[in-house]
């Protein structure tokens, strides 16, 4: 999320959660403070390899709730934010389910996971990875579904079951362009997901 205006009218659906990219590489590269930052949702900051001093300035000049970290940073990393008070939302990308080893250092040093489709960008791919994978994820870690999540997920979301599962991560295929979101689109879902 970048644009004020964008920003007002999806916090209006009552999603819990926004997220503000501040990865230079990424085409949603968030560059100046929006005119508007949610009030009632939480803000997310998403890094890739950033240092902790850098994320700890963003979490201080946008007033961030969470982070969440997208590229190799390590356990010990997750651990000093959780120590200064800093929620982590740790992404993982999945294929097989021997990618779901790689969660096991970061157990109790992280408030949430995020899986999402392995890739070789950070995110953003836009398709979607075998959730059944997940079946053999046995970590009392909470965690997000991400990658490819869309209008046409609805029903496989709402077969979906897992003790640990608390959300889903939207982002690529509400986008009307890179870092703006269909707000009436993600209407439709929203209650789409509550009638089911």
């Known amino acids: 999320m970048r644009r004020g205006g964008n920003i007002r009218a999806v916090e209006r659906l009552g999603v819990d959660w926004m997220g503000f990219i501040f990865y230079p590489k990424s085409q949603r590269f968030v560059e100046k403070m929006p005119s508007y930052l949610p009030k009632n949702a939480k803000r997310v900051g998403v890094f890739v390899n950033e240092t902790i ?5 963003y979490v201080k000049n946008y007033d961030l709730d969470i982070v969440q970290l997208h590229g190799d940073e390590l356990p010990v990393m997750c651990r000093d934010l959780k120590e200064k008070g800093v929620r982590v939302i740790k992404a993982f990308g999945v294929a097989v389910k021997e990618d779901l080893e790689a969660v096991k250092p970061y ?5 949430f996971f995020l899986f999402d489709t392995k890739s070789p960008d950070k995110g953003g791919s836009g ?7 997940l ?3 046995r970590g009392n870690t909470p965690f997000l ?3 490819g999540i869309g209008m046409g ?9 897992h003790p640990q599962w608390v959300g889903v991560d939207l982002n690529s295929c509400f986008e009307v362009s890179a870092g703006e979101k269909d ?3 993600l209407e439709r ?6 009638q089911i």
């Open 189 to 194: 879902f929203i209650e789409k997901i509550k």
């Open 107 to 111: 157990i109790g040093v992280c408030d």
């Open 53 to 57: 001093e850098k994320i700890l300035q």
């Open 183 to 185: 707000a009436l689109l």
């Open 127 to 133: 398709n979607v990875f075998p959730w059944n994978i």
């Open 153 to 161: 997920s609805v029903e496989d979301l709402c077969r979906f079951k």
């Open 145 to 147: 579904l991400s990658g």
């Open 135 to 137: 079946k053999t994820y």
